[in-house]
């Protein structure tokens, strides 16, 4: 909706602007000098003088007033856009991302736009070298072909495109392929042209699926989140690992793409994005845009316009891509929902989970949140009806579930991690040609340094933990502020030189499987060793042709990878998870031994999962083992129910810190004191106390938990409390943030 600026509507003109400071406010400017445009949008990004900088802003509103004098007013700078970027729909919902949140709506509004157009550069979808078969040029015979093999690639590749091929797409089918297409170019075969990818046209597709059957299950599935097309519903797509869940997203998006509406999928891991994009574009002959934090600014902005243009007619991203834009919505997946990345942790802490099921909402489209474990939260909506169960209990094709077994390893030897059972079944797995997965959350050579002779521990010297030994590169790290130094050769204390490494990583192990299983491929998959671009495609590639026996790897092994000739799983340290004081802990760990367990036997081969563990019985392992996820949901809910914890109560976290202790403890001491006459029954003040890890990045951190009964009273409660922040923060020199339905209590 267009803000009327027509002379004689307004007598002043007062422009509303949210900037991207953390300040709960807008501010006022006057139009810019001779601005003659007749209307402005909602949503158009203007340029702004604030105090000795320059800021990019968004506009939120036009009055004819100001609380601030019209003589101290400063003018807009630029406006850069002739309209709104983003629907009326979209910046509502931005709007109520805010409020909920309880975040400045400058900072809310920023986070929708990618980086370069919160710097001011100008929404232009730029063209790029596109490559068609020459019409009246040069043919390539036969002979040639055999002769220039990697020409005749190039050339068969083009060929496959008759509308064109853009550089970049090229450059992803055909790898080092600079050389040919100029050789091509030169020899008249080929010819070049600048220009926009050009809509898809739903006529052009020509989709279609493949020939192997669905199972009744998926079918469903389909038809019934198919009846939604065009209207609002949250469907929960409950499938095993190995069921055929993207299966159903595929046919789902392909019946979108014959309505000439856009389709958003969201990963909760960028390791996740080759694999299903390789996947999609075998599938669908359209443009699809990429949207993740591992891309460059450029391909970033380019992903975001070609969706909101309406020239890509599928987006898949991570979290962030939930704010993109899209021109003809028409639905919107989540796989692995469950996983809480798609919670964000920083600034404003949002959750795409909960944010793209009120976009759909607000754009009457359906939602599809699948995962192989839900979510307590979802399958409580499931209970209230709010969601609609779709479920896939059995695997897809031949495959069938895989074995779990919990292995007792008191009192036994290890190596190194590694029991001697364990060992064979890894022998065994290996002499009949399969792969075996292991699995250990702990990266690096081992998490503790200890002097085995006066007991020194080597601690980060700005937090509360242990440096991790990263033995490759000879240093010490802290993996919570980033901290190094190198390994030191005597103990700092006693100055003796028997220095031990404790516990397990995954550098250390990758070692072991090398003198264990000497002959063997072994591949360490975790952040380290999969910093550099591509490596961790190259390594999913390998995996892929066989080329690889062992993996070894974190959680980002656990989510969505289909290894298909891996039949044995092995978790090393399953306990790591049974102990903690996040009553979030054991949900999680039950995810992580599903999702984990799920990536053996996912073909026709008979998979094995062993769990290595000193508490065989705990009731945990017990109840997934023997009653599955099913089992161990419906327990966990009766706990959380009788505890009064979410999902039957609502949470936030007021977190705080500063380099002096006292000063967190004071400030939020402050605020439980002006909060005393918001307790009641409804609605409880818990805290102070001091963070799990209390000294972070040489921070001092303070929380406070507010629950209640009610989302409502909690907000009641939350707002009163951020109104008053300010005040209390002044002379404090405390940092605090607000996290709202927060997933990790650190």
């Known amino acids: 909706m267009a803000l009327d600026l027509a002379p004689g509507r307004i007598s002043i003109v007062i422009l509303n602007v949210a900037l991207p400071v953390p300040i709960f406010r807008t501010f006022d400017y006057l139009p810019p000098e001779n601005f003659n445009t007749g209307q402005l949008d909602p949503g158009v990004r203007v340029v702004v003088p604030f105090g000795r900088q320059t800021k990019v802003g968004v506009l939120v509103g036009v009055s004819s007033d100001s609380s601030v004098e019209l003589s101290l007013l400063k003018r807009v700078k630029d406006v850069l856009d002739q309209r709104s970027l983003i629907s009326e729909v979209d910046l509502q919902i931005l709007h109520w991302a805010s409020e909920y949140y ?34 009246g040029g040069k043919k390539i015979t036969d002979q040639d072909m055999k002769k220039t093999p990697k020409q005749a690639v190039v050339l068969n590749t083009i060929r496959a495109h008759p509308e064109g091929i853009n550089r970049k797409r090229l450059k992803e089918l055909v790898k080092n392929c600079e050389r040919p297409v100029r050789e091509l170019i030169q020899k008249g075969c080929i010819e070049v042209f600048d220009e926009i990818e050009p809509r898809p046209s739903v006529e052009k597709l020509a989709l279609s699926s493949p020939e192997f059957s669905l199972n009744k299950a ?41 309505r000439g509406e856009q389709a958003m999928v969201l990963l909760p891991e960028i390791s996740l994005t080759p694999q299903t994009e390789a996947r999609f574009r075998e599938r669908f002959p359209v443009p699809i845009a990429i949207f993740h934090s591992a891309l460059t600014e450029t391909d970033r902005l380019h992903a975001w316009l070609q969706v909101q243009q309406g020239r890509a007619s599928i987006l898949l991203g991570t979290r962030s891509a939930v704010f ?114 292991l699995f250990l959350n702990r990266r690096g050579y081992a998490p503790t340094l200890i002097c085995h002779s006066c007991g020194w521990v ?89 080329e690889i026996d062992i993996i070894l790897g974190t959680q980002m092994l656990a989510k969505g990878h289909h290894f298909p000739n891996v039949t044995l799983v092995g978790i090393l340290d399953t306990d790591s998870g049974l102990f903690s004081t996040d009553f979030r802990a054991p949900e999680r760990l039950a995810q992580l031994i599903v ?68 000063h967190p403890i ?81």
Request: some cysteine.
């Open 102 to 135: 309880h975040h400045p709506l400058g900072e809310v509004l920023a986070s929708a736009f990618p980086v370069l157009l919160r710097k001011g550069k100008a929404a232009v979808l730029a063209s790029e070298p596109f490559f068609r078969v020459s019409k």
């Open 218 to 258: 998926q079918k469903t599935a389909i038809e019934g989140v198919a009846k939604s097309l065009g209207k609002f519903g949250v469907y929960l797509l409950e499938g095993v690992t190995g069921s055929g869940k993207t299966e159903v997203y595929l046919r789902l998006i392909e019946k979108t793409l014959r």
């Open 324 to 437: 993109a834009p899209m021109e003809k919505p028409g639905l919107i997946i989540l796989d692995e929902e469950h996983d809480t990345s798609f919670k964000q942790q920083e600034g404003f802490r949002f959750s795409a989970r909960d944010f793209a099921i009120l976009r759909a909402k607000k754009l009457s489209i359906p939602v599809l949140l699948g995962s192989a474990t839900p979510s307590l939260e979802s399958l409580r909506n499931v209970q209230l009806k709010r969601y609609h169960l779709l479920s896939l209990p059995e695997r897809a094709g031949q495959a069938s579930h895989p074995k779990l077994k919990i292995l007792d390893i008191r009192n036994q030897q290890l190596t190194e991690g590694f029991s001697s059972q364990l060992v064979q079944e890894i022998e065994k797995a290996i002499g009949r040609k399969e792969q075996v997965l």
């Open 458 to 546: 080597a601690k980060c010297k700005n937090c509360d933990s242990n440096m991790v030994i990263h033995l490759k590169a000879q240093q010490l790290r802290c993996h919570h502020c980033g901290h190094s130094v190198k390994v030191v050769s005597q103990c700092p204390h006693c100055a003796t030189a028997d220095l031990r490494s404790l516990g397990l990583g995954t550098e250390r192990v990758e070692g072991a499987l090398n003198v264990l299983f000497p002959s063997a491929r072994t591949v360490r998959i975790d952040r380290d060793s999969t910093r550099r671009k591509g490596t961790l495609e190259s390594i999913l590639d390998r995996i892929g042709n066989d």
């Open 595 to 662: 999702q984990v367990a799920g990536r053996a036997g996912r073909e026709g081969k008979k998979g094995t999962v062993i769990l290595q563990s000193r508490q065989p019985d705990h009731p945990i392992l017990r109840s997934l083992v023997f009653g599955g996820y099913k089992e161990f949901s419906s327990n966990a809910l009766k706990e959380r129910r009788s505890a009064r914890l979410p999902p039957f109560s609502y949470q936030a976290l007021l977190r705080a810190e500063a380099r002096i202790e006292k």
């Open 666 to 746: 004071q400030f939020l001491e402050r605020v439980v004191l002006s909060s005393k006459h918001l307790k009641s029954n409804e609605t409880l003040v818990l805290g102070p106390v001091p963070a799990p890890m209390t000294r972070r990045a040489d921070h001092y951190r303070y929380q406070l938990l507010i629950q209640s009964a009610k989302r409502e009273s909690l907000h009641e409660v939350l707002d009163l409390i951020v109104t008053s922040l300010s005040e209390l923060q002044k002379g404090n020199r405390v940092r605090w943030s607000l996290d709202v339905d927060p997933v990790d209590l650190y």
